[in-house]
């Protein structure tokens, strides 16, 4: 807390929902009714929902946002800031895992710095042992859950203290089933899965941070197509094999300096590949993301 120029008090809030022109903060569990003031709309800058912003309180529980403190990272689709994990969510069927959803996911998610962490939900429909093999070996947080046995999500829930996550994955995988499961007291709509389309019907409707009991922050957004931020195509296809943590023991090992780790003689990690080192769906992916982006261009940067 701090005082302005004109001593009025200035606090530093967290945006956690947007609404027609509105900025709803949380400020030590207090909810605040704000508006940016004028000077944003010149400045090209709008707050969005997980900004840290300096504001100053007005009439009890409104007020005026003065700064939007700098970010950590942004994305677009949901548009929200200063993600610190994502939680990437699949079911065993209606819809099955897709091993190249999964791992795209996580390569936009290490390109933007955030963490991913992969669950396999609703346990009792099948064996994700193979799925979770593949995961565990690449190096991430892997839980295989089911909304319907608490002991299970031990773990999982451990991951959302004191941090903001965004839920990933596509309808139908149960998301809003594991939060409400995992906080009670969220209360999110669920809904079912169309046997036609092998997808759910989407409960979430708009972007906004949503308080759980363990000190964070957590997004539940409507599919996977959601967050795909492939907005600096240039500078993601250049990052891209960083994007693949799985291949970094490997990848200063090439002949050559510019491997693109595709089909190179003298690949190490073609080589790890070959081996088991690597997963191969792992590397099918990475080769999928390679050619989609091959043909960025330095001024999409």
């Known amino acids: 807390m701090k005082k302005t120029d004109n001593n009025a008090i200035s606090l530093i809030g967290t945006v956690v929902k947007s609404l027609s022109g509105f900025y709803y903060l949380d400020y030590g569990g207090a909810v605040y009714e704000t508006k940016p003031r004028g000077s944003f709309r010149f400045a090209e800058i709008s707050p969005i929902v997980g900004d840290k912003v300096r504001f100053s309180p007005i009439d009890g529980t409104k007020g005026v946002i003065d700064e939007i403190l700098p970010r950590s990272n942004c994305l677009k689709r949901p548009a929200v800031s200063n993600v610190d994990k994502i939680i990437i969510v699949s079911s065993f069927k209606n819809p099955a895992p897709d091993t190249y959803l999964i791992d795209r996911l996580t390569a936009i998610a290490e390109f933007n710095g955030i963490k991913p962490v992969i669950v396999f939900n609703k346990s009792d429909t099948g064996d994700f042992a193979d ?6 070996n690449a190096g ?8 319907l046995d608490k002991a299970s999500l031990t773990g999982l829930k451990k991951e959302f203290e ?5 839920m990933a994955g596509n309808t139908g995988v149960g998301k809003s089933s594991l939060l409400n499961a995992l906080f009670g007291t969220l209360n999110l709509k669920t809904g079912e899965v169309s046997n036609a389309l092998g997808r759910g019907r989407h409960t979430t409707r708009h972007t906004e941070l949503l308080k ?3 000190g964070g922050y957590v997004i539940d957004t409507p599919g996977f197509s959601s967050i795909d931020q492939l ?5 993601f296809k250049n990052s891209l094999p960083d994007c693949f943590k799985d291949f970094s023991p490997y990848t200063d090992l090439c002949r050559f300096s510019d491997c693109s780790h595709i089909s190179e003689k003298g690949c190490a990690v073609l080589e790890a590949v070959s081996l ?4 191969k769906t792992r590397h099918r992916s990475y080769t999928m993301l390679y050619n989609e982006l091959k043909g960025a261009n330095n001024w999409e940067k």
Do not use: H, P, Q
């Open 162 to 166: 004191n941090c903001i996550s965004v």
């Open 131 to 136: 799925f979770e093999r593949i995961y565990i």
């Open 140 to 147: 991430f947080n892997t839980y295989v859950v089911s909304a």
């Open 276 to 279: 088991g080192k690597i997963e």
């Open 231 to 235: 907005e600096n195509r240039f500078e």
């Open 212 to 214: 759980n009991d363990v």
